[in-house]
């Protein structure tokens, strides 16, 4: 018998599984066709304060092995979020979720996380630092240490249930950011959202995506997250929540090697509704294969 | 919505760049004005595809090669099996026809509408068709719609064939109580400012996933943000904003 638990900021997991945020909706879309409770946890839609339309059609672009996005945050925005969303989450999942916040001003974060934190079934926060600053000329919070752990700070003073901070991997140092925000009292670094990508149609000869630019996701940017995943794991004492390409078992072996407690499933959500079952499914058989007993015992086995 | 592997029966070309399939499988799943998704290997995103016709365990799916999935698929031959995630999207509501409901088709727009006029015509309906493409080289099913007993007008925006001009050309010829249209959006738009009845719409956009979840194909509608893909691809006259 193999082991699939594991713990994620003193919260234990039945497996390191967690669709991504953006990727599962609230939850309910994919409770129609298997039950989510097999499931590690899962992220919900990124929430911000205000409700958001978010970007211009076409918003999705399809890449060789992944797709660009630039949905922008749509989202209902929190007040409707606790009102309805959460109330059809809980009739389908009973574990803790993540709950993933956006903002566009620290107290935009501050004010969302704090109507948030006492829904009970939220057992942590992902707060996801790729958004513009609009106070700080746009650049985003994720791109600088001081930006980030400011985020960090003032989301902490206003929970005590576990800070996960998502970071954007468009930046020169990781490491720095993700030193920054443990530093500002974080519990965990979740990593990595998705590369800034562009696709551009022969036809037209224009960019595919509405707002040119976009998000780029899939197994494409696997390479890119593992090595993301392993250097901050050598960075930081507090758990990785790994993402970036997982579409397999082995993939999820190979991200809790690289240093990851838990593993986010974004992108193939979208193509394979089943994705993440199918993993957890074949998660046994691939560490007998390997030789993995418990798959907690492996985090950071490759360092 | 049910991820099932369908087996191709058929596949072959009907006109201009266009292509009939025909797969065999579980159709219980499967509505009128639905679509499904279906995986081809090589590409990451599935395709997106109106139902056309739906008997027994026969689905058959029209569909034009407009890039190089679909061009994939125009090589697909018999026997080969792809996974087909099934009923996706909300489909038209049929109780709101009345007793002359009128059908109007553009282009890759006019699949939908062959369900669509199988159902109300054996709900003892008698439906107006019409069908707009280009040209004559780009007509196709003129004669299953009229087996079916509709009063069938085809229009090319070339003169090529039947009316000149386009689909809202025709409509002086049709006396109708409400309508159902899917097709390219100048048609749609123009099908909105010209009609004289309530209706609804078959939208199309670039989906990520096809079922809700990635928010990829949101529009705006008078009811709230709608998702294409869930919450249409069918949108009530009322409800478009334009």
Not at chain 1, 128 to 141: A, E, K, Q
Not at chain 2, 49 to 66: D, M, P, Q, R, W
Not at chain 2, 162 to 191: Q, S
Request: with cysteine; net charge neutral; glycine share 12%.
């Amino acid at each position: 018998m193999v082991s699939l638990k594991t713990s994620l900021c003193g919260i234990e997991l039945d497996n390191p599984l967690i669709p991504a945020s953006g990727t599962f909706g609230f939850g309910y879309e994919f409770a129609e066709i298997y039950d989510i409770n097999v499931l590690g946890s899962f992220s919900f839609k990124g929430t911000t304060k205000d409700p958001r339309f978010g970007n211009p059609t076409p918003r999705i672009a399809e890449c060789k092995k992944g797709l660009i996005n630039s949905v922008g945050l749509q989202n209902p925005g929190v007040h409707k979020v606790i009102e309805n969303e959460l109330p059809k989450l809980k009739k389908c999942f009973f574990k803790p979720v993540m709950a993933n916040v956006s903002g566009f001003s620290v107290d935009e974060y501050v004010y969302t996380v704090k109507m948030l934190d006492s829904e009970p079934q939220i057992g942590w926060f992902e707060v996801n630092v790729s958004c513009p600053n609009v106070h700080g000329g746009g650049m985003s919070f994720g791109t600088s240490p001081e930006a980030a752990a400011e985020v960090v700070r003032s989301v902490k003073a206003v929970t005590n249930k576990p800070v996960i901070v998502k970071l954007s991997p468009n930046v020169t140092d990781i490491v720095a950011i993700a030193r920054a925000c443990e530093e500002a009292g974080a519990d965990g670094i979740s990593l990595i959202n998705t590369l800034l990508g562009m696709k551009i149609d022969l036809k037209t000869k224009k960019p595919v995506i509405a707002n040119k630019m976009g998000g780029f996701s899939g197994p494409a940017i696997k390479p890119v997250a593992v090595r993301m995943v392993y250097q901050v794991y050598e960075a930081v004492n507090i758990p990785i929540v790994g993402g970036g390409g997982v579409e397999s078992a082995e993939d999820v072996i190979e991200m809790m090697l690289a240093g990851a407690s838990a593993v986010q499933v974004g992108a193939a959500n979208l193509v394979d509704p089943m994705a993440c079952p199918k993993i957890i499914e074949d998660l046994p058989r691939v560490m007998e294969k390997y030789g993995i007993k418990n798959l907690k015992d492996i985090i950071g086995g490759a360092h | 919505m049910k991820d099932l592997i369908f087996n191709i029966k058929s596949n072959k070309k009907i006109a201009k760049n266009t292509y009939e399939m025909v797969l065999l499988g579980d159709c219980t799943d499967i509505k009128c004005g639905q679509f499904v998704n279906i995986k081809i290997e090589g590409f990451y995103l599935r395709r997106p595809i109106s139902v056309c016709c739906v008997e027994g365990e026969e689905l058959t799916l029209i569909y034009k090669v407009v890039g190089e999935g679909t061009e994939v698929m125009a090589n697909m031959e018999s026997g080969t099996s792809l996974l087909v995630l099934t009923g996706l999207g909300n489909g038209y509501d049929l109780n709101k026809s009345g007793d002359k409901p009128l059908l109007i088709g553009g282009g890759a727009g006019v699949p939908p509408m062959y369900q669509l006029c199988r159902e109300l015509t054996a709900q003892g309906k008698t439906p107006s068709v019409i069908l707009g493409f280009n040209s004559y080289d780009e007509v196709f099913y003129e004669n299953e719609f009229k087996a079916l007993g509709a009063n069938v007008i085809v229009a090319t925006a070339d003169g090529s064939y039947g009316v000149k001009g386009f689909v809202t050309d025709a409509f002086n010829m049709v006396d109708y109580t409400y309508f159902y249209t899917c097709g390219p959006e100048p048609m749609l738009k123009a099908v909105y400012n010209s009609s004289v009845t309530s209706g609804q719409f078959s939208f199309e956009e670039r989906m990520g996933c096809g079922f809700g979840a990635c928010m990829g194909c949101s529009c705006k509608t008078k009811y709230g943000n709608k998702r294409i893909c869930k919450d249409g691809p069918v949108l009530e006259k009322e409800e478009i904003i334009w």
